[in-house]
Each structure stands twice: as C-alpha cells, then as structure tokens.
C-alpha cells in the first residue's frame, strides 16, 4: 500500500514537471529501504510511461517548445549515457551522497532565487 501511494504523489509531481524522481528516490530508499542503484533504477522504468502520459496534456496544451526542445534532448541522451556509466562503477552510498548533494543545491537555488515575471 505505501508504494502505491509512493507512486500516486510522485507522478502527480511529475505530472506537474516538478520531476517526481526527487521524491521517488528518496521514498524508495527511506521508506521501503530499497538501496539507491536500485531506486534510480526504478525511477527511470517509472518515468518513461509517466512522461508519456505528461508528454501528451503538454503537447495538448501546446506548452512544448520543440525549437528549443531538441538540442537539449540530444545532449541531455549523451549526458544520460555517461551518467549510467559513472553511476555503474561508485557505490550505492556515494550515489546517494551526490543525489542528496544534488537536491540539498536545489533547494537552496530554489530558496533564494529571485521571483522573475512569468509568462501564460
């Protein structure tokens, strides 16, 4: 029961584009004590079908911006390769130490951002 609710917070955050695997991964690890390869892992095989589904209400809100999209795509496939590689060869502990070093950086860029007007 708790990995489905895991599951319905974390896609309703992806859905939102807030990106769900910040709240997968850690739900996983802390949670149901899965050890972090396997938590990204999961998280990747999660997000193909919930992009999908998000891909699609975007696509139907005309809130995709290809022009800009797909050089970022094509890089962020290289990036992707060469993060597999690395994530492959440390261990699950200094994986978690960076993906918490990652979220900690977040969320103080967050925090002290400043507010720019946004267009809709």
């Known amino acids: 029961m708790l990995a489905v609710l895991i ?3 974390s896609g309703v955050i992806s859905g939102m ?7 997968l991964i850690p ?10 390869h396997n938590a990204q ?3 990747l095989l999660y997000f193909i ?5 998000a891909l699609v209400v975007h696509f139907k809100n005309k809130s995709l911006d290809f022009k800009t999209a797909i050089p970022i795509i094509l890089s962020g ?10 994530a492959g ?9 960076f ?15 400043k507010k720019k007007q946004e267009k809709r």
């Open 7 to 9: 599951g319905v917070f």
């Open 17 to 23: 584009g807030i990106g769900g695997g910040t709240i």
């Open 27 to 36: 739900a996983l690890s802390i949670f149901l004590n899965v050890n972090q």
């Open 41 to 43: 892992g999961i998280n």
């Open 49 to 53: 079908p919930t992009a999908a589904v």
């Open 77 to 86: 496939v290289a990036g992707a390769a060469g993060g597999a590689i690395v």
């Open 89 to 97: 060869v440390i261990s699950a502990q200094t994986l978690r130490k």
């Open 99 to 113: 993906f918490a070093l990652f979220l900690f950086a977040m969320g103080l860029y967050e925090i002290f951002k």
